[in-house]
């Protein structure tokens, strides 16, 4: 069985592991450096990106994670973890914020506002409807979601979404990004994957349909031998909670 | 929404200036990017980017810390929305804002200026001994405290996408906190080794609906995500409620009234994260300087702001 770690420092961490356990597969909480290098696939879940970048800093993780980047293996952020593999965001905190960068695009922080403009939609997915099957759409949850706004030459967009140019100034936060933003085009990307590198700027943790994580499985299986499960840490194993206590339900509407 | 008629009428969206609702997945969805995280008291924007700087998952904006609400006494009310706004400009993570239980249009106030959660609290005092505030009608979520299971699923019910335990803020003590914790935990598991019979008159025992202790039964756990809140004042305190079984945490008065606020901030945001690992936690928590002065509970002086609502 594969083993794919998931970085628990701070957000929807359960979620994730929860969609693993469904799809057979063993996820394991990743905290410290060392834990890296016992997974050769890992996500990194929503969550408040200021937050997980300051645990990542306490601990030295940044390193490790860069690393783990760079040899190929496959890495998967959701929201707050697709700011982290982004190469620059915008609309940061004063003083910025550490990224492990690899993904060659450029992602806006809460691009679209605060919790009151999160929303909820059907998004149009065809490479992963073609892959995993399904339907044509998935349901996109969207929590005060980064998008992307620009992203580089090899990067495959997954899914797009459109945006009313006059959204963007209603946006209160501080940034200076914003007269850019409004004369770019209505559509923002919010999933991408660049070689094995994955982003999402919604939840697929937070619904029922675990194709994403399926896809993921696949990209993870693709680029390397299968993990054994004697490489599952002991100790990692024994952290694990394995009443399902953290599982919260997913919400329909 | 339409045939609302000349009156005003609560309950129908009519205060509320745009009428598209927000699903409630999206409303908890927030509270579920928060777990693992620590919510911090602020009263200030620079507080607020203490708080940000440190690794808070969000921030509660509030015109005086619940310790200085105790002490001052008199009536404690929602923020100046200039203070909020003035915290929201400050910084990028989540801004939270207490409401009073009960009044719904504080809350209002509060959608208004977009902030991201509403907390509807004990800690300032009651608007409506009654009853707490219809949180379907809004499209921001709601956060709300609770001592015991029947509490925390009949404020679900009412629309809570978040519950925390109220424990007893501004006191410095986490008594009462490990209490609620461990009543609603306790509760659960008594509740899931339940034969489905008898969760009828379970139900009607703590007052709450059927279909939610059901559900609580079925998943083990609150249907929402659950944080303590109420006297945590050190990194111990945090990973105590982690290690109960808490998504997260509330702290207070705890950091900002403390002697090395930025430094025990810290501590706390990663002791929520590293919270079953003793080693860490005691590299942690050396030479934070001096915590909040406590409250000793038994002392009759000492108001209970978690007995203010049922």
């Given amino acids: 069985m594969a083993v794919v770690g998931v970085l628990a420092l701070q957000g929807s961490f359960h979620e994730h592991i929860a969609a693993l356990r469904k799809l057979g597969v063993n996820g394991v909480e990743i905290r410290k450096p060392e834990q890296l290098l016992n997974v050769n696939s890992l996500i990194i879940p929503g969550g408040e990106s200021t937050a997980m970048a300051k645990l990542a800093e306490y601990h030295n993780l940044f390193p490790a994670l860069r690393e783990f980047v760079q040899l190929g293996k496959p890495v998967w952020g959701t929201c707050a973890g697709l700011i982290f593999l982004a190469n620059k965001a915008a609309g940061q905190k004063i003083g910025g914020q550490e990224l492990v960068g690899g993904l060659d695009c450029t992602v806006h922080r809460n691009f679209f506002g605060s919790q009151i403009q999160s929303f909820e939609t059907e998004l149009s997915v065809p490479e992963l409807a073609s892959k995993e099957g399904g339907p044509e759409t998935f349901r996109g949850i969207f929590i005060r979601a980064p998008a992307i706004i620009e992203a580089g030459p090899d990067v495959q967009v997954l899914a797009d979404y459109p945006v009313r140019s006059n959204r963007l100034s209603t946006a209160d936060s501080p940034t200076e990004d914003k007269k850019e933003n409004v004369e770019e085009e209505s559509k923002v990307i919010v999933a991408v994957r660049q070689g094995n590198i994955m982003g999402t700027a919604f939840h697929p943790e937070l619904t029922a349909d675990t194709r994403w994580h399926s896809y993921f499985l696949k990209m993870a299986n693709v680029s390397g031998e299968e993990a054994s499960s004697s490489l599952v840490p002991a100790e990692a194993s024994t952290n694990v909670n394995q009443r399902p206590l953290n599982d919260l339900p997913t919400f329909q509407s | 929404m339409e045939g609302s008629g000349v009156v005003t009428v609560y309950g129908n969206g009519a205060a509320i200036t745009e009428t598209k609702k927000s699903p409630f997945s999206v409303k908890v969805g927030l509270a579920q990017m928060l777990r693992g995280g620590v919510i911090m008291d602020v009263v200030n924007a620079q507080q607020a980017r203490i708080a940000e700087e440190a690794g808070a998952c969000a921030v509660m904006a509030l015109e005086r810390v619940p310790a200085d609400i105790r002490a001052q006494g008199g009536v404690a009310r929602m923020s100046d929305p200039q203070l909020i706004k003035e915290i929201k400009q400050a910084v990028t993570i989540p801004v939270m804002a207490k409401a009073r239980i009960g009044h719904f249009v504080e809350a209002q106030i509060l959608e ?126 945090a990973a105590l409620m982690m290690q109960l079984g808490c998504d997260g945490v509330f702290v207070g008065s705890g950091v900002f009234k403390s002697g090395d606020p930025a430094k025990r901030a810290r501590a706390i945001v990663q002791a929520v994260t590293h919270y079953s690992d003793p080693g860490l936690l005691a590299e942690i928590s050396c030479g934070l300087g001096e915590a909040m002065v406590g409250l000793n509970l038994n002392d009759s002086n000492v108001e209970r702001f978690a007995n203010r609502s049922e």
């Fill in chain 2, 112 to 237: 208004a200026i977009g902030v991201d959660y509403v907390d509807e609290s004990e800690v300032l005092t009651l608007a409506d001994e009654d009853n707490h505030i219809n949180k379907h009608n809004f499209r921001i979520p709601f956060v709300c405290g609770c001592r015991n299971l029947g509490e925390a699923l009949r404020r679900v019910r009412e629309g809570a996408a978040m519950i925390r335990t109220k424990g007893e803020a501004g006191t410095g003590n986490i008594v009462e906190a490990v209490r609620h914790v461990r009543s609603v935990m306790g509760d659960i598991r008594v509740l899931r080794n339940m034969d489905d019979d008898e969760v009828f008159t379970f139900a009607k025992k703590i007052a709450a609906p059927y279909d939610l202790v059901m559900q609580t039964k079925q998943l083990g756990r609150l249907p929402v995500v659950h944080f303590a809140a109420g006297g945590v004042a050190t990194p111990a305190d």
